[in-house]
C-alpha cells in the first residue's frame, strides 16, 4: 500500500482526466520536452513577427517614424498588459494548462490573419516605384489581426513556465531539484526561438516578402501549439485555488469595518487557522510581519464573525495583501528599464536604417537582425552569470546565490545606463559624419551598421541581470496561491515600459517641432537629433537607479512558517 501511495504525487497535481497524477507516467522531463518545444516555436513565432513589425508598419503600412515606434510600443505594451487577464483566469476558474489551450487558439488565429493581410489582394497594400500606399480598412485589418496576437500571447505567457514547473512534485527532493534546472531550459527555449526570429525571419521579411515573412511565424505557431497538446496526456495540472483578487478584496474590507479596532500588542493572538496547512488552497502559511500594520485589523478575532471572510481574515491572507504591496514599489523601478529594453524594437532599429548594412558586396543585413545580438549576448552571460559570476561573488558575499535577487536586478539597472550612453555615443559620432560630409539626405552613410553591436550587447547582459533576477524575485516572493498573477504582474512592467517609450517620444515630438522645427526624431533622421533622445533615457535611468537603491533597502523578505 506504501509504494503504491508513493507512485503519485503529493501537491495535489491530477492528469488530464482528472485523476491523481502518477508520478511514473505523468510529470516530470518526459512531460517538459513538449512545454519547452511549445515555447521555443511560440517566441519564435512572437519575435518573427514582431522583431521588424516598425520596418512594416513604416514601408508597407506608409507611417512615419515617430508613428510606426509609437505603435509597436502600443501594441507591445498591450501584449504585456493581457497576462493580467490570463493569470486571473487561469489561478481562479481554469487552471493553466486550459488557460494555455484556449488563447493559443486565439493566438492561431490571429498569426493566420496577419498573415492574410500581407498576403491576399485586397488585404495587402498596393506597392509601386514610389512606395506603398495602404488604404484605410488595410490598416485597420493589420491591426485587428496584431491585437487579437496581442489577446492570446495573454494566455499563455503568465502559465506557460509555471505550468512547467507544475510537472515537478514540490514535496518529492528529487523532482525539486530538476524544477530549477527547467526555469533554465526554458530561458534558453524563449532566446534560441528569439534567434531565429532576429536572424533568418528577419532576412526573410527584408529579401523575400511580408507573405512569406509573417507566413512562416503563423505556422510556426501553429506547430507550438500542437506540440502543447500532443503532451496532454503526460501534463500534471494544478487545480484552480480560486480567486486571489476576491482575497485581496476581504483583507481591505475587513480593515476597513475594524478601523476602530485595536490591534493586540502579542500578535500571536491575532487569527489564524489551527491547522499545520493554511485555509487558502496551495499555499503555505506565512509569518506576521510589522509593516503595514494597518492591514492587521483584518485578522483581529471575533467569534461572532469568524464565519465571514469580510469580517475576519486569517494572518496568512493578510500577509498575501502585504506581499503583493511590498513588491510594487520593485515592480514600479522595472519600468523605466523596460522602456529603455523597448528601444531595441524602435529607435534602434531606425537608427540602423541610416546606416551601411552590407556585408561584402552582394549580402545586406536587415536592421532589425541586430537583436540578434542581444540573444547572443544573453546565450553568453546566463551561463557565466551561473557558472563564473556566482561562485565569485559568493566567496565575498557569503551569499549562496552570490547576489541576493535586489542586488542583482539593481546591477542590471546600472548596466542599462551604459546602454543608452553607448547609443548616444553612437549616434554623436554619426551626425558629425553627416554634417561633415554633408551626407543630410542620403539614405545610408558610410558607417558599418556592425557599430550598433556594443548597445545591443550591453542590453542583453542587463537583461541576464534585471529581467531573470525579476522572474525569480517574483516567484520567491509572491505568496503561494497567487504566483501566476504576480508573474503577470512583473509582465506588465514590460507593457509600461513600452507606453513610457510612446509616451517620451509623444512629448518629445510635440515640445521640439514646434515653430515648424524638424525635432529630435524625424523622419529623415540625419536633420535629427536621436542623441538626445538617449541622453533622456540616461537620465531616466539614473534616477530611476537612485530611487530603486531606496526601495531595496526598505524592502523585507517573505517569510513562510514552517512545521
Request: neutral net charge; aromatic residues 14%; charged residues 15%.
Given at each position: 500500500?506504501?509504494?503504491?501511495?508513493?507512485?503519485?504525487?503529493?501537491?495535489?497535481?491530477?492528469?488530464?482526466?482528472?485523476?491523481?497524477?502518477?508520478?511514473?507516467?505523468?510529470?516530470?522531463?518526459?512531460?517538459?520536452?513538449?512545454?519547452?518545444?511549445?515555447?521555443?516555436?511560440?517566441?519564435?513565432?512572437?519575435?518573427?513577427?514582431?522583431?521588424?513589425?516598425?520596418?512594416?508598419?513604416?514601408?508597407?503600412?506608409?507611417?512615419?517614424?515617430?508613428?510606426?515606434?509609437?505603435?509597436?510600443?502600443?501594441?507591445?505594451?498591450?501584449?504585456?498588459?493581457?497576462?493580467?487577464?490570463?493569470?486571473?483566469?487561469?489561478?481562479?476558474?481554469?487552471?493553466?494548462?486550459?488557460?494555455?489551450?484556449?488563447?493559443?487558439?486565439?493566438?492561431?488565429?490571429?498569426?493566420?490573419?496577419?498573415?492574410?493581410?500581407?498576403?491576399?489582394?485586397?488585404?495587402?497594400?498596393?506597392?509601386?516605384?514610389?512606395?506603398?500606399?495602404?488604404?484605410?480598412?488595410?490598416?485597420?485589418?493589420?491591426?485587428?489581426?496584431l491585437y487579437m496576437i496581442a489577446l492570446g500571447t495573454g494566455g499563455i505567457k503568465p502559465c506557460v513556465s509555471s505550468f512547467?514547473?507544475?510537472?515537478?512534485?514540490?514535496?518529492?527532493?528529487?523532482?525539486?531539484?530538476?524544477?530549477?534546472?527547467?526555469?533554465?531550459?526554458?530561458?534558453?527555449?524563449?532566446?534560441?526561438?528569439?534567434?531565429?526570429?532576429?536572424?533568418?525571419?528577419?532576412?526573410?521579411?527584408?529579401?523575400?516578402?511580408?507573405?512569406?515573412?509573417?507566413?512562416?511565424?503563423?505556422?510556426?505557431?501553429?506547430?507550438?501549439?500542437?506540440?502543447?497538446?500532443?503532451?496532454?496526456?503526460?501534463?500534471?495540472?494544478?487545480?484552480?485555488?480560486?480567486?486571489?483578487?476576491?482575497?485581496?478584496?476581504?483583507?481591505?474590507?475587513?480593515?476597513?469595518?475594524?478601523?476602530?479596532?485595536?490591534?493586540?500588542?502579542?500578535?500571536?493572538?491575532?487569527?489564524?487557522?489551527?491547522?499545520?496547512?493554511?485555509?487558502?488552497?496551495?499555499?503555505?502559511?506565512?509569518?506576521?510581519?510589522?509593516?503595514?500594520?494597518?492591514?492587521?485589523?483584518?485578522?483581529?478575532?471575533?467569534?461572532?464573525?469568524?464565519?465571514?471572510?469580510?469580517?475576519?481574515?486569517?494572518?496568512?491572507?493578510?500577509?498575501?495583501?502585504?506581499?503583493?504591496?511590498?513588491?510594487?514599489?520593485?515592480?514600479?523601478?522595472?519600468?523605466?528599464?523596460?522602456?529603455?529594453?523597448?528601444?531595441?524594437?524602435?529607435?534602434?532599429?531606425?537608427?540602423?536604417?541610416?546606416?551601411?548594412?552590407?556585408?561584402?558586396?552582394?549580402?545586406?543585413?536587415?536592421?532589425?537582425?541586430?537583436?540578434?545580438?542581444?540573444?547572443?549576448?544573453?546565450?553568453?552571460?546566463?551561463?557565466?552569470?551561473?557558472?563564473?559570476?556566482?561562485?565569485?561573488?559568493?566567496?565575498?558575499?557569503?551569499?549562496?546565490?552570490?547576489?541576493?535577487?535586489?542586488?542583482?536586478?539593481?546591477?542590471?539597472?546600472?548596466?542599462?545606463?551604459?546602454?543608452?550612453?553607448?547609443?548616444?555615443?553612437?549616434?554623436?559620432?554619426?551626425?558629425?559624419?553627416?554634417?561633415?560630409?554633408?551626407?543630410?539626405?542620403?539614405?545610408?552613410?558610410?558607417?558599418?551598421?556592425?557599430?550598433?553591436?556594443?548597445?545591443?550587447?550591453?542590453?542583453?547582459?542587463?537583461?541576464?541581470?534585471?529581467?531573470?533576477?525579476?522572474?525569480?524575485?517574483?516567484?520567491?516572493?509572491?505568496?503561494?496561491?497567487?504566483?501566476?498573477?504576480?508573474?503577470?504582474?512583473?509582465?506588465?512592467?514590460?507593457?509600461?515600459?513600452?507606453?513610457?517609450?510612446?509616451?517620451?517620444?509623444?512629448?518629445?515630438?510635440?515640445?521640439?517641432?514646434?515653430?515648424?522645427?524638424?525635432?529630435?526624431?524625424?523622419?529623415?533622421?540625419?536633420?535629427?537629433?536621436?542623441?538626445?533622445?538617449?541622453?533622456?533615457?540616461?537620465?531616466?535611468?539614473?534616477?530611476?537607479?537612485?530611487?530603486?537603491?531606496?526601495?531595496?533597502?526598505?524592502?523585507?523578505?517573505?517569510?513562510?512558517?514552517?512545521?
Open positions: 500500500m506504501a509504494l503504491a501511495e508513493d507512485d503519485y504525487t503529493n501537491d495535489g497535481t491530477v492528469d488530464i482526466r482528472k485523476n491523481p497524477a502518477n508520478k511514473r507516467k505523468t510529470g516530470n522531463w518526459k512531460a517538459c520536452r513538449f512545454i519547452l518545444g511549445n515555447e521555443c516555436c511560440e517566441r519564435l513565432a512572437y519575435y518573427g513577427m514582431s522583431t521588424n513589425l516598425v520596418n512594416y508598419l513604416q514601408k508597407q503600412l506608409s507611417m512615419g517614424n515617430a508613428a510606426a515606434a509609437n505603435s509597436v510600443t502600443n501594441w507591445s505594451g498591450t501584449c504585456y498588459v493581457t497576462p493580467l487577464l490570463g493569470a486571473f483566469l487561469a489561478d481562479a476558474y481554469l487552471g493553466r494548462y486550459w488557460t494555455i489551450a484556449i488563447f493559443s487558439i486565439i493566438y492561431v488565429f490571429g498569426m493566420g490573419f496577419l498573415s492574410l493581410t500581407a498576403s491576399i489582394n485586397g488585404l495587402k497594400p498596393s506597392c509601386d516605384s514610389s512606395g506603398c500606399h495602404a488604404t484605410s480598412s488595410q490598416i485597420a485589418a493589420c491591426f485587428v489581426a512547467g514547473a507544475d510537472q515537478f512534485d514540490e514535496t518529492d527532493d528529487t523532482e525539486k531539484e530538476k524544477k530549477s534546472s527547467f526555469f533554465n531550459w526554458f530561458y534558453m527555449s524563449i532566446n534560441v526561438g528569439a534567434m531565429i526570429a532576429s536572424s533568418v525571419l528577419v532576412y526573410i521579411q527584408m529579401n523575400v516578402g511580408w507573405d512569406w515573412g509573417f507566413g512562416i511565424p503563423a505556422v510556426a505557431m501553429a506547430i507550438a501549439v500542437v506540440f502543447f497538446f500532443v503532451g496532454s496526456p503526460l501534463y500534471r495540472l494544478q487545480k484552480p485555488g480560486g480567486s486571489p483578487i476576491t482575497r485581496i478584496l476581504q483583507v481591505i474590507v475587513a480593515s476597513c469595518r475594524n478601523f476602530n479596532v485595536k490591534v493586540p500588542d502579542d500578535k500571536s493572538l491575532l487569527y489564524e487557522t489551527r491547522d499545520a496547512e493554511s485555509s487558502i488552497q496551495g499555499s503555505r502559511k506565512l509569518e506576521h510581519t510589522d509593516k503595514l500594520s494597518f492591514f492587521d485589523k483584518a485578522a483581529v478575532e471575533d467569534l461572532k464573525s469568524l464565519e465571514n471572510p469580510w469580517k475576519v481574515c486569517t494572518v496568512t491572507q493578510v500577509e498575501e495583501l502585504k506581499a503583493v504591496i511590498r513588491l510594487l514599489p520593485v515592480w514600479a523601478s522595472g519600468i523605466v528599464f523596460a522602456a529603455v529594453y523597448s528601444q531595441m524594437s524602435t529607435m534602434f532599429v531606425l537608427q540602423g536604417n541610416t546606416l551601411d548594412q552590407h556585408m561584402g558586396p552582394n549580402f545586406k543585413i536587415p536592421s532589425a537582425s541586430l537583436s540578434l545580438f542581444d540573444t547572443v549576448s544573453v546565450l553568453i552571460w546566463a551561463p557565466i552569470y551561473d557558472l563564473v559570476i556566482v561562485p565569485f561573488a559568493r566567496k565575498f558575499t557569503g551569499h549562496p546565490r552570490g547576489f541576493t535577487q535586489l542586488q542583482r536586478m539593481g546591477i542590471g539597472l546600472v548596466i542599462s545606463v551604459f546602454s543608452m550612453v553607448v547609443a548616444g555615443i553612437l549616434e554623436v559620432v554619426r551626425l558629425r559624419i553627416v554634417q561633415k560630409n554633408n551626407y543630410y539626405d542620403r539614405e545610408y552613410i558610410p558607417m558599418t551598421i556592425f557599430w550598433q553591436v556594443p548597445q545591443y550587447f550591453l542590453i542583453g547582459c542587463a537583461e541576464v541581470f534585471t529581467f531573470i533576477g525579476q522572474l525569480e524575485f517574483f516567484y520567491d516572493q509572491a505568496p503561494d496561491a497567487m504566483r501566476s498573477l504576480c508573474s503577470a504582474l512583473s509582465l506588465t512592467t514590460i507593457a509600461l515600459g513600452n507606453y513610457l517609450s510612446t509616451l517620451l517620444v509623444t512629448i518629445v515630438t510635440k515640445t521640439t517641432t514646434r515653430n515648424g522645427k524638424l525635432g529630435w526624431i524625424p523622419d529623415n533622421l540625419n536633420r535629427g537629433h536621436l542623441d538626445y533622445y538617449y541622453w533622456v533615457l540616461t537620465l531616466l535611468s539614473i534616477i530611476n537607479f537612485l530611487v530603486y537603491l531606496l526601495i531595496a533597502k526598505w524592502y523585507t523578505y517573505k517569510k513562510t512558517v514552517d512545521h
